[in-house]
């Protein structure tokens, strides 16, 4: 029986769901908040440990710097190999599980970093933290962008890389604080680092699976173009495209007259056999579908962004340079701090004008940053000016990290998300990789070759992209935009 005294109650907290998505923005679903969260959690945890790791590392346990520098090598490299793994595969199966194995993989790494009293432990221990980064990425990425209009995701991902600077944010700033109050005793720091991480992944368990993401789903039409019927209602097999009759013109039921390959168009359908070799799972209910190649303009942008990554080097390097001007530690960790609240400050505004302008133009401002960063550290000598510099750094990030991501989504249709995300991040990380092998052996212990040179042609890379008229380069509005 019905118990009418509890309607009002249930129709007032009703009520108050719905105010509360009215009040929420459109793009700013329920996977991007919890995701974000996720991400705040896990780069709280992990910037915790990255300003004292290498101090770990030289100091507690006697490693060389060449351990040093292969620890955060071999773990970028595994991170940026098994990305585009993780890509192919979340585009076939769900891709909640994924993003948790990938943040559980990273909360068990940061467990044997605690643990370590060896070097190849600590070694392990980030080796098994960057696949699960590799593991996460993809899909993590895809399921931001579902559910979220192309023309909005320059804002979705800039949030997200909003949320997840503000644990680049906290976790200097606890480590800091608990460095001071353990009485410098670097293991209980690494200790710290644990609990976020493992709230991090419990937290996946918030994030709700889109049904396309199981299903597969029709590819997402170009910004700015026709808007696909209801894959629901539609009797249209390609919403995006109505097809034309050779004799007629427009077909008004574009599902009843099948075209044969060589004969043209046909009045029996059912007469024509399926091609074995390129029927769909709708020919072949026993098969699955296969994955839709990517586009030209995404290898197009991959390419050249990715051309970019061979001169962007890790962020370690920079600090380091910092250590050869004369900063202290400490005052090493707050200048890295105060690029990240830059960062923070900058990642959605940058996002939203993604959305706005061609995103060539917003990433190709951001890599202007970038070469008054490495100039500007290769020459700078006073400590204020490089905390200035710096900082300006912040916003070569914020133009190109989330910005980067909602142009490559805008290029792939809803069920190659993932593989997109995926072979991008890959190719960009294992570029990273080998800028940061061919800038430490040109280093000779100040670093100003490398930076000067690396910001040089990084000006010339933003000088193309600003002016360059090619559609998919400039990120214009645009069906060439699908290549």
């Known amino acids: 029986m019905r118990d009418v005294a509890a309607t009002p109650a249930v129709g007032q907290q009703r009520w108050w769901r719905r105010a509360a998505r009215r009040r929420r923005p459109e793009w700013l679903t329920t996977n991007l908040a919890v995701l974000s969260g996720v991400s705040l959690l896990q780069d709280t945890a992990s910037e915790l440990l990255y300003p004292i790791l290498p101090i770990f590392l030289a100091s507690v346990l006697g490693a060389p710097a060449a351990v040093v520098g292969a620890v955060e090598g071999v773990g970028n490299g595994l991170a940026a190999a098994t990305t585009p793994l993780s890509g192919r595969l979340a585009d076939r199966r769900r891709r909640r599980p994924l993003v948790a194995a990938g943040y559980g993989l990273a909360s068990i790494g940061k467990v044997l970093v605690a643990l370590a009293t060896v070097w190849p432990v600590v070694l392990a221990g980030r080796a098994v933290d960057r696949v699960g ?21 320059g804002r979705a991902f800039g949030f997200h890389r909003m949320a997840d600077t503000v644990g680049a944010v906290l976790g200097p700033l606890l480590g800091l604080a608990a460095y001071e109050a353990f009485d410098h005793r670097i293991r209980l720091l690494l200790w710290l680092a644990v609990p976020p991480a493992i709230l991090s992944a419990g937290l996946v368990a918030a994030v709700r699976e889109p049904a396309r993401a199981r299903r597969g789903s029709l590819p997402a039409p170009p910004e700015g173009g026709a808007i696909p019927a209801d894959p629901e209602t539609s009797p249209v097999a390609d919403p995006v495209a109505i097809p034309v009759h050779p004799e007629t013109g427009p077909v008004a039921d574009p599902v009843a007259i099948p075209v044969h390959p060589e004969a043209g168009p046909v009045a029996d359908p059912v007469a024509i056999p399926a091609d074995p070799e390129t029927a769909t799972a709708v020919d072949r209910p026993g098969r699955p579908a296969s994955p839709p190649p990517l586009p030209a303009g995404f290898w197009r942008l991959t390419v050249v962004l990715a051309a970019f990554s061979l001169i962007n080097f890790p962020d370690a390097l920079l600090l380091l340079r910092l250590r050869a001007i004369g900063f202290s530690v400490s ?22 004008l993604s959305d706005r302008l061609p995103r060539g133009r917003v990433f190709g401002t951001g890599l202007l940053f970038f070469a008054l960063g490495y100039v500007g550290l290769a020459v700078a000598h006073d400590h204020v000016v490089a905390w200035l510099v710096l900082a300006a750094y912040g916003a070569f990030t914020a133009c190109t990290d989330g910005v980067g991501k909602a142009w490559v989504s805008s290029l792939a249709g809803s069920s190659a998300q993932a593989r997109a995300q995926g072979w991008f991040q890959g190719l960009t990380g294992g570029a990273v990789l080998v800028a940061g092998l061919w800038a430490g052996l040109a280093w000779h212990g100040s670093g100003v070759v490398p930076l000067a040179l690396a910001g040089s042609i990084a000006a010339a890379f933003g000088a193309f992209l600003l002016t360059t008229r090619d559609p998919v380069l400039a990120g214009r509005r645009s069906p060439l935009f699908f290549g």
């Open 133 to 153: 980064k590799g593991v996460r990425g993809a899909p993590r990425d895809a399921l931001i962008a579902d559910g979220v209009r192309p023309s909005s995701r």
């Open 331 to 352: 005052s090493v960790i707050l200048a890295y701090v105060t690029y990240n609240l830059v960062y923070v400050a900058a990642s959605y505004p940058a996002g939203a």
